[in-house]
């Protein structure tokens, strides 16, 4: 029995890879303390990076694996091209 038997192909639903704070921490190598800052100061947001198991603020989180990849990926490469930058300006006396 696999998912695709109880899945319309047909529909626009798209199952997301969410799971939960645990194994978040272990799949995107960061704790817990990264992941609710983040969620704390907008930086992840709700229905694309997190939401609420049952959709009520009681609930358990669900992170979206693949959205969060993103998030790091984009940041790594706005921090390196940074960096150049800073280099860059630097004005070199001889």
Same mark, same amino acid.
């Given at each position: 029995m696999t998912l695709r038997n109880f899945?319309?192909?047909?529909?626009p639903l798209t199952l997301k890879n969410r799971v939960f704070t645990e194994a978040a921490q272990q799949l995107l190598g960061v704790g817990r303390?990264?992941?609710?800052?983040?969620?704390?100061? @907008?930086e992840f947001i709700?229905? $694309?990076? +997190?939401?609420?198991?049952? @959709?009520?603020?009681?609930?358990? $989180?669900? +992170?979206?694996?693949?959205?969060?990849?993103?998030?790091?990926?984009?940041k790594s490469i706005e921090n390196a091209q940074a960096a150049y930058k800073t280099a860059e300006s630097i004005e070199v006396f001889a």
């Open positions: 899945t319309d192909t047909k529909s303390t990264f992941l609710m800052e983040k969620k704390a100061n @907008g709700v229905g $694309i990076h +997190w939401v609420y198991s049952s @959709g009520k603020p009681k609930s358990r $989180i669900l +992170w979206d694996i693949p959205a969060i990849q993103k998030w790091q990926e984009d």
